[in-house]
């Protein structure tokens, strides 16, 4: 079963970053990583052309720095009314990639579209951006947002040997 703790809402905040962790790993391709989740980030920019309007940009997370817009890969055209996202000519991405895919399938989820029977073992997280609770950076793994703590602060915290009940 997918996880997911966003809604279409969340979406179209104007910042919204999330991380879709993809459970299955038949589901993508035949990558062998265990550990595969994407961090996207959907910004809203006024559309040029149509007064009014406001246009979403998906981008996909390549860099180190999850708190830096230019550590994100520009990847397509988000539509809110649709909840699909297509690419441009400035996409960074082919179709077949696998951030696309995987942000695909996510969309498909938190607008609880049917999904295709042979898509039907996917399993995916989708899990918004939080903060570690010690040093107050973006969390984007999978792991660091189900404990609310980055790696390193976590063994810092360990390291002072209080006993927990
Ligand atoms: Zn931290």
Same mark, same amino acid.
Request: proline residues 5%; hydrophobic residues 25%; aromatic residues 0%.
């Given at each position: 079963m997918s996880r997911v703790n966003i809604t279409k809402e969340f979406l179209i905040g104007g910042r919204a970053i999330f991380t879709v962790a993809v459970n299955d790993l038949t589901a993508l391709d035949t990558d062998k990583s265990k550990d595969r989740h994407y961090t996207y980030m959907i910004t *809203? %920019? *006024?559309d040029a052309q149509n007064e009014g309007k406001v246009i979403y940009f998906a981008s996909h997370l390549c860099g180190?720095? #999850?708190d830096n817009p230019f550590d994100y890969n520009y990847l397509g055209v988000f539509s809110p009314t649709t909840g699909t996202v297509f690419l441009t000519a400035g996409s960074k991405y082919k %179709?077949? @990639?696998k951030p696309v895919h995987a942000l695909n399938y996510a &969309? #498909? $989820?938190i607008y609880e579209r049917p999904i295709k029977e042979y898509k039907k073992k996917w399993s $995916? @997280?989708? &899990?918004?951006?939080?903060?570690c609770s010690k040093c107050n950076l973006k969390l984007t793994t999978p792991q660091s947002l189900e404990r609310g703590m980055g790696p390193k602060c976590v063994n810092d915290v360990r390291k002072r040997g209080v006993m927990m009940a």
């Open positions: *809203q %920019k *006024q180190p720095n #999850n %179709k077949e @990639d &969309l #498909n $989820v $995916v @997280d989708i &899990l918004h951006c939080g903060r």
